[in-house]
């Protein structure tokens, strides 16, 4: 995944609607994202999964900052993932973030994370997003090779395995406890699709 290879790019996807939820607008994070941020952060259960937290307007600019920085570098990709607006407004509240990094040099594993703000749990928000970025990232870095992409979690977060077996991440194997992940974890892997095969000119073989 080399997104340095395209400078300015800042992609803005969409999830439609469904009968029981809103839209969603996916887009890279900016500054004025501060405040939602640090209210998002501000749940306990949240922060129980995360390994970084968010304390205060300044910690999320920096934090932000390092959003920034991930996208020129190619090496964090992250996602605010909001509501899609209402009538009469610019944007729904934040729901949601999602990224892409990656987790060595070189051909290192591209690994997929996401959380979901309190008031939006139980709308399948954290699959609709989690499956936007990853279709969107297979079909954008396919020149580049990415072929798959992982998903961790540890082996206590039963709805974070529920949302990756929902968006195709099937379980890979058990990964050994760390010094940052107490207990065991799942490691899920999602493959890209394969490429249609087509009929050029003159009968010469190519994909799509």
Not at 67 to 78: A, I, N, T, V
Not at 151 to 172: I, M, P, W, Y
């Amino acid at each position: 995944m080399n997104p340095e290879l395209r400078p300015g790019l800042r992609p803005v996807l969409r999830s439609d609607a469904t009968s029981a939820a809103a839209g969603l607008v996916l887009r890279p994070w900016g500054d004025a994202d501060a405040e939602a941020l640090v209210e998002a952060h501000r749940d306990p259960a949240m922060r129980h999964w995360l390994t970084r937290h968010v304390d205060g307007v300044e910690d999320a600019r920096r934090w932000l900052e390092e959003q920034r920085l991930g996208w020129e570098s190619g090496d964090r990709l992250g996602f605010a993932v909001y509501e899609a607006p209402r009538e009469g407004s610019y944007e729904g509240p934040l729901v949601a973030g999602v990224a892409l990094k990656r987790t060595g040099a070189g051909p290192a594993p591209v690994e997929a994370g996401y959380w979901t703000a309190a008031p939006a749990r139980g709308r399948g928000v954290a699959s609709r997003a989690l499956e936007t970025v990853t279709a969107w990232a297979f079909e954008a870095f396919a020149a580049e090779g990415l072929e798959r992409i992982e998903l961790l979690h540890q082996v206590d977060n039963a709805a974070s395995c529920r949302v990756a077996e929902k968006t195709g991440f099937g379980f890979d194997r058990i990964l050994p406890a760390t010094a940052s992940w107490p207990l065991d974890g799942h490691l899920h892997v999602r493959r890209a699709p394969a490429r249609r095969a087509r009929t050029g000119p003159e009968g010469a073989a190519g994909t799509t």
